[in-house]
T-cell receptor
Framework: GAVVSQHPSRVICKSGTSVKIECRSL??????MFWYRQFPKQSLMLMATSNEGSKATYEQGVEKDKFLINHASLTLSTLTVTSAHPEDSSFYIC?????????FGPGTRLTVT | GQQLNQSPQSMFIQEGEDVSMNCTSS?????WLWYKQDPGEGPVLLIALYKAGELTSNGRLTAQFGITRKDSFLNISASIPSDVGIYFCAGSKAAGNKLTFGGGTRVLVKP
């Protein structure tokens, strides 16, 4: 199956700072990638659709100025959490489709202190 | 956001038992997928279903895409300890499109 990686796997940052998370499709190209957030013991909730070469599409209730998405190449999408606060602490997971199937990255655990 | 209704929320299994879980939706999905997620990791695809009525197996796993396109079930036969984890159903309007997830079924081992 296709492989999607994320970096970093874990990050701890101070309140008010920004954090960038990378999502890469390793053996295929993806014009679209998806970013999800998962709080403890909950399901995955879609945050936004990342579109290569154009603006991301955000789900209702997700602040686009807080969660900046850049999809500059066919294998890389980045999510930047700006001015992070403790309530942004979560597990962030990306996915990329290949052959009609969504393949997920291993996730990034963000802790904001 | 919308979620699929997945049940049960949790279940205890004993090795060798069969396990069943299902998902329902108020709207139609054209693709149903089942994923397993281990703690601290991303979901891993178990089975993908593309056609209403389709019944697909993957080893001890069997899943069906409901004829109304509003539901799906997953069965695990003869469970083993490594079946422990969280199982999610997910639906999309078209293959490769964004997914809507169920709330998850947490499978635990009977003490």
């Amino acid at each position: 199956g296709a492989v999607v990686s994320q970096h970093p796997s874990r990050v701890i940052c101070k309140s008010g700072t920004s954090v960038k998370i990378e999502c890469r499709s390793l053996d295929f190209q993806a014009t679209t990638m998806f970013w999800y957030r998962q709080f403890p013991k909950q399901s995955l909730m879609l945050m936004a659709t990342s579109n290569e070469g154009s603006k991301a599409t955000y789900e209702q209730g997700v602040e686009k100025d807080k969660f900046l998405i850049n999809h500059a190449s066919l294998t890389l999408s980045t999510l930047t959490v700006t001015s992070a606060h403790p309530e942004d602490s979560s597990f962030y997971i990306c996915s990329a489709p290949q052959g009609g199937i969504q393949y997920f990255g291993p996730g990034t655990r963000l802790t904001v202190t | 956001g919308q979620q699929l209704n997945q049940s049960p929320q949790s279940m205890f299994i004993q090795e060798g038992e069969d396990v069943s879980m299902n998902c329902t939706s108020s709207s139609i999905f054209n693709t149903w997928l089942w994923y397993k997620q281990d703690p601290g990791e991303g979901p891993v695809l178990l089975i993908a279903l593309y056609k209403a009525g389709e019944l697909t197996s993957n080893g001890r796993l069997t899943a069906q895409f409901g004829i109304t396109r509003k539901d799906s079930f997953l069965n695990i036969s003869a469970s083993i300890p490594s079946d422990v984890g969280i199982y999610f159903c997910a639906g999309s309007k078209a293959a490769g499109n964004k997914l809507t997830f169920g709330g998850g079924t947490r499978v635990l081992v009977k003490p």
